[in-house]
């Protein structure tokens, strides 16, 4: 009896420890998510998941209807045609200017960004060229809302810019004519969407100059603020001061 005891301990410890083992490989599958959960080669211990990038396997074959923009304006061989390396120069164009889906489609989405990218490096040191923005307000913050710039200026001189901005987009447009800063705040949070808002200059009730972390090309649009990069935001924050004025005008492409 002793001895048929202990192989029926054994048995039943033998028992749990599968089922243990059984239970443990759904949950650790559940927690690394279905890439991660076949991103393990054969060959490696089961304790060792590696993540797959599946970016470059997600190139789409086919040419989008800006296939040749797009080849153009990234020095590609223009033949409207969609080759591996268009799709994957493409792919980088989006991931880098925060444009989805990132599979290297040239589309309406894309063709609309280096368009507008193509309109930023045509203004040059000159972004007023066309004298929209007033030259007798002394220091005064523009915003071009059509090419997506901004500059300050002071009379005719260009202080700084031109720089690449993000206005509102569809149904929260960023409201144009000529404003002026009555408020300031380095760190400022809105609680009402509920991220940070670095450098905050506010010029037109809710609206305001603030930096953000992704890309100012990134569509659709703020919910009305003016978005820069952290280092032109910084910069403004140096430049301007409460009472100065701002003028907008123009009308954000897609609004």
Known sequence: MGVVGAVRRH??????????????VPLAVAVAGPAQAQARPLGRSAGTVTPVSTAASSCTTTAGPYQKQAERFLGRPVDGR?????????????????????IGYAGPITSGV???I?????????????????????????????RQLS??????????GPVPVRSGRNGFETRTGLKRIYWRDINHWSTLYKVAMPYSQFFDG????????GSVWSPPGSHGCVNMRKGDAKKYWSLLKNGDDVYVYGRKPGT
């Open 11 to 24: 048995r039943r410890r033998v028992g749990v420890a599968l089922g243990l083992a059984g239970m443990a």
């Open 82 to 102: 969609q080759s591996r390396a268009d799709c994957l120069a493409i792919q980088k164009f989006q991931i880098d200017h925060g444009i989805s889906p990132t």
């Open 114 to 116: 280096m368009n507008l």
């Open 118 to 146: 193509g309109a930023q490096k045509a203004a040059g040191h000159n972004p007023n060229a066309a004298k929209k923005c007033p030259t007798n307000k002394g220091r005064i913050a523009c915003v071009d809302l059509t």
């Open 151 to 160: 500059w300050v200026q002071d009379g005719s001189r260009l202080v700084y």
């Open 206 to 213: 809710g609206q305001a100059f603030h930096s953000i972390a």
